[in-house]
Structures are given as structure tokens and as C-alpha cells.
């Protein structure tokens, strides 16, 4: 095997987080292959890049755990075909970074997954997955198994009806996600409590592209979206439901085609919890599928499998985890969704989930007003006390005035 080069790199620290320790390294991996990035990875210190040539590789079973770059030698030229889970797990010493890579993966439908995410939601540092291509076929692909600390930027994706770029979902919401004071805007200070996903494109996943589950933290913004949507779970068929939401300056786009990817039944699906929709642009969802339908859609479930609170007679307002709650650190509590800002078509539909067997009065659950604030979604005013945490996040290297690669490089050989 070919001997492996160290080069040495200045350190800087970029927005409070440390990007690479002192005497941080590049490390060149032999082959895209799974063994050899493995090998390079082993080799590396916190810090170091790790640099993937060119070529076509399949992973199975990767597992990357040490705060590294993942690097590789750029889209269309590092192709990496996902045959397995592959794993990685949030690090408390640094930044993990995966860039530069064509990803794609076919078959098994929902229950495949190419990468999980996974670690310490507040001990650990965040995951960033940019300038990537994810190509999907009848596969889903990130199974995000922590509330937040996931940033995916300037990435493309491309699937299936069907396909599921990004579930995450924590069931049991082990990390007390559900019980921690909200962190949206800038009550995520450090920019590591919750998920970003941002300036992507994305063409299909047209049923749940994403799909923000339970304990989920999400903002979600300045994407691009072609028949994909924006998708959620409360405490319905979920465990708990996401835990709260921002979607905003995204663009909403439909081919209005006879395709398949042209059926989108919403591009907003929320099901729970609150958050805030704001300055996206819509393009009304009438293609030639099963007619026009509404550009964002608000969910209740009933009681028709007697959950969350029971059967029909221990139903009462409001239900555990429903639109327009939050959590105080020590009880839920009535926080409005509100909506401002947004322009295009948009037509919103609120109203119960697969039945109202018990019969209730949507309104008893979810007014205007109350649990949530402007139905018309385009005008109004934002929401009382709310401000948007920096953009682009601090940690999406060559973006903003993030600092230029260092000219000063010297190369030491191993």
C-alpha cells in the first residue's frame, strides 16, 4: 500500500468552534475504498482531513467517530455507492465534516438507510455533511437518531416519490429533548442544539423528503424544493413528535407535470408542536394528480386508536405534543405557530388525521388565534420576541467571511 502523507495546516477557529488542532494534518487515504478510508481514518488525529481520491467505492458499515474532515475529491469525482449503514457518531473533541462526495443508494425502501447519526445531543459537537450530491432510487438515506447538531448545507438531492432524504427521530426521546426550553432562533447561541438544513436543492422525496419525528429541533431554510416537501410527526403515530420547527426563505417549486414526483398532497406538513413559517415562496400544488391541494397542511389525530389520552372521554384540549405546543423546561405550555411573510399560492388546511371517530370539534383543539397565529400565512407580523440564528451557520465553511485555506503549508512526509 502506498505510504501516507501527512501535510501540516495552521489552525484557526472559526465562530467559536474549534476547526483543527494545533499541527492538524492532511491525511491521504490509498482508495475510496471502505478499508482504505478506514485505515486513513485510524491514522488520523482530531483535527486532520482526511482526503478520499477520486474513483467509485462501496460502503458498508462504515464508522466514523473522530472529529476529522472526511474529504473527497469532489462531486462526480468521489463516488461513493451506499450499500450499508454506515455511522456517524458525534464527537466531543471537534467538528466531524464529510464534503466533497457523490453518495448514492437504491433499494429496501424506508427501512434502508445509508448513514445514522448519532451521540450526545448537547456534549458533543456537530456534524456537518456540505457540497455533497445524494442521489436516491427507492431508498431512504439519513436516519438522524439525536434532536439537533446535524448541519447539511449546499448539498444536492435527487429521489423517488417515496424516498426519505432525512428522518429524524429519537422514539423515547432519551436525550429530554421534549422536556428542554425551546432553542429556536438565537436561543440556540452556540448553533449546536439544533439541526440546519440549508441552501440544499432538492428534486423529489415528494412524500417526506424530510420528515421531522420525535425530539426533532429543526430549521430549515433557504432550500430549493422541486416536488419535495417539508414533512412532520406529532405525538400521533409518532412517540412524542418533533419538538419544534423553523421553515423559512425556502422556495417551494412544482413541475405541475403528469409525472409521478408532480403528486405532492402538501409542501408544509405540520403535526404537532410550534414553530414559525415565514418568507418562503410557494407555487400552488394543481398538477395533474388527485387535484389541487393545500400548500401547507395542519394535523390533529383523534382518538381513533386511542392514543395519545386515551379513549374518547379522556380527550381534552390540548392534546400531548399538538400544534402549537411547547415546553418550558418543566411543563407544556400553549405557544401559537405563527405564520408571516410567505408569498405565491398558499392554502392552508387544518383539521383532524385520518378520521374523528370520538366525533370532537376541531375548533376545541386548534383555533386561530390561540394555537396558532395568521391563517392568511402572507402577511402579519412575526413572532413576539423570535430572531433568526446567523446565516449561513458559522460552521459551513466557504460561505460568509469564513477565512480562506492557509498559503503557508508545508509538507511533512511520513
Known amino acids: 500500500m502506498p505510504r501516507m502523507a501527512r501535510y501540516l495546516l495552521v489552525t484557526f477557529i472559526l465562530g467559536g468552534f474549534l476547526e483543527s488542532a494545533a499541527q492538524a494534518s492532511i491525511i491521504a487515504a490509498s482508495s475510496c475504498s471502505q478499508s482504505n478510508v478506514t485505515t486513513a481514518i485510524a491514522t488520523a488525529n482530531v483535527g486532520d482531513t482526511v482526503m478520499v481520491p477520486a474513483g467509485s467505492c462501496s460502503w458498508s458499515g462504515l464508522s466514523l467517530n473522530k472529529a476529522v474532515t472526511l474529504q473527497g475529491a469532489g462531486v462526480g469525482l468521489t463516488n461513493i455507492i451506499l450499500t450499508g449503514n454506515n455511522t456517524v457518531t458525534k464527537s466531543a473533541a471537534g467538528v466531524i465534516r464529510i464534503k466533497g462526495f457523490s453518495f448514492s443508494i437504491a433499494s429496501g425502501g424506508n427501512a434502508n438507510k445509508g448513514f445514522t447519526i448519532q451521540g450526545s445531543w448537547k456534549s458533543a459537537q456537530p456534524i456537518v455533511f456540505q457540497n455533497n450530491a445524494f442521489t436516491t432510487n427507492g431508498s431512504a438515506l439519513f436516519l438522524v437518531a439525536v434532536p439537533g447538531g446535524l448541519i447539511v448545507a449546499n448539498n444536492s438531492f435527487i429521489g423517488l416519490w417515496d424516498d426519505s432524504f432525512l428522518q429524524i427521530k429519537d422514539p423515547q426521546d432519551t436525550q429530554g429533548s421534549w422536556h428542554t426550553a425551546n432553542s429556536m432562533g438565537t436561543n440556540d447561541p452556540s448553533g449546536t442544539l439544533n439541526h440546519y438544513i440549508e441552501t440544499n436543492t432538492f428534486v423529489g422525496g415528494t412524500n417526506q423528503g424530510i420528515d421531522c419525528d420525535d425530539a426533532c429541533r429543526v430549521v430549515y431554510r433557504y432550500n430549493t424544493l422541486t416536488n419535495s416537501s417539508f414533512n412532520s410527526h406529532g405525538e400521533d403515530t409518532s412517540s412524542n413528535g418533533m419538538r419544534h420547527f423553523e421553515v423559512y426563505n425556502n422556495s417551494f417549486g412544482n413541475t405541475q407535470d403528469s409525472t409521478q414526483l408532480a403528486n405532492e398532497n402538501q409542501a408544509v406538513w405540520i403535526r404537532g408542536a410550534t414553530g414559525v413559517i415565514y418568507n418562503n415562496v410557494f407555487v400552488a400544488l394543481a398538477g395533474n394528480f388527485w387535484g389541487t391541494k393545500p400548500e401547507i397542511r395542519m394535523n390533529i389525530r383523534g382518538a381513533e386508536d386511542v392514543r395519545p389520552q386515551g379513549a374518547c372521554a379522556q380527550v381534552s ?98
Do not use: M
Open 317 to 414: 384540549y390540548p392534546a400531548p405534543h399538538q400544534l402549537g405546543q411547547d415546553n418550558n423546561g418543566t411543563s407544556d405550555f400553549t405557544d401559537p405557530i405563527y405564520l408571516w411573510g410567505n408569498t405565491g399560492t398558499i392554502t392552508i388546511s387544518a383539521g383532524w388525521n385520518w378520521g374523528n371517530p370520538c366525533g370532537f370539534t376541531f375548533s376545541n383543539f386548534f383555533q386561530w388565534g390561540r394555537d396558532g397565529v395568521n391563517p392568511t400565512a402572507s402577511g402579519g407580523s412575526p413572532k413576539p420576541g423570535y430572531a433568526a440564528f446567523t446565516y449561513p451557520h458559522p460552521l459551513v465553511l466557504g460561505s460568509g467571511t469564513a477565512p480562506g485555506p492557509p498559503t503557508n503549508l508545508q509538507a511533512i512526509v511520513n
